[in-house]
């Protein structure tokens, strides 16, 4: 007979989500990093999943394969925030009473989206609760959000760093992750223009645009 979800969270071990067992200049495609908590303004707080997305997943960019050696083509961990109840999170995640809830190991950060703001650091790697891995999804869209509208320029999708904005249907693409559990996530990637419209040469392999 399957367990109920209360027998799980009582065979659930905090030696499954142990603390600094990994970081984001060593987080490899496959790995999914809790890298902290943030504080809010509420007594919840925000749960930040960092994972690189494989090749696999969304395709082979022969624009990364091809510029490995430049920085600004490199695959970098994604974010994603999951706002949640400090209490629920300990006792799902199984960590020590007070990690999240307890006002003492917050520091405020200096870098990034959570800057100015307190955050717990936390570093589990592949985090789990009974439920299953928490891993992070993508969803690409053409359609923005209020945020994204007012900053086009900052947040539609480039080519590397400071390429060309890349473009589905003529229509700028926005690039949205999430939170989700490893048994239910599915990718949303769109084609780009550049992809789809391209003419290569059968002769030379040269691609035209």
Request: net charge negative.
């Amino acid at each position: 007979m399957p367990l109920s979800c209360t027998q799980h969270l009582n065979t659930f071990s905090s030696m499954d989500n142990a603390l600094n067992t990994g970081d984001l200049e060593t987080l490899t495609p496959g790995n999914s990093l809790l890298v902290q908590a943030v504080a809010t303004s509420t007594e919840k707080v925000q749960l930040e999943i960092a994972e690189i997305i494989e090749e696999s997943e969304r395709g082979t960019n022969l624009l990364s394969v091809f510029n490995k050696s430049d920085d600004r083509f490199q695959r970098r961990p994604r974010r994603a925030w999951m706002t949640v109840e400090a209490a629920d999170a300990e006792e799902l995640l199984g960590l020590k009473e007070g990690t999240l809830t307890a006002k003492k190991g917050w520091k405020k950060s200096t870098v990034g989206r959570s800057t100015k703001k307190k955050v717990r650091p936390l570093n589990i790697m592949n985090p789990e609760i009974p439920h299953g891995r928490l891993v992070l999804q993508v969803t690409e869209t053409t359609t923005p959000d209020s945020y994204q509208a007012a900053n086009v320029e900052e947040r539609a999708k480039r080519r590397g760093a400071d390429g060309p904005y890349m473009l589905h249907n003529g229509k700028h693409i926005f690039s949205n992750t999430e939170v989700v559990l490893e048994s239910s996530r599915k990718h949303t990637f769109l084609q780009t223009d550049e992809e789809s419209e391209a003419v290569v040469d059968v002769n030379t392999g040269e691609i035209w645009d």
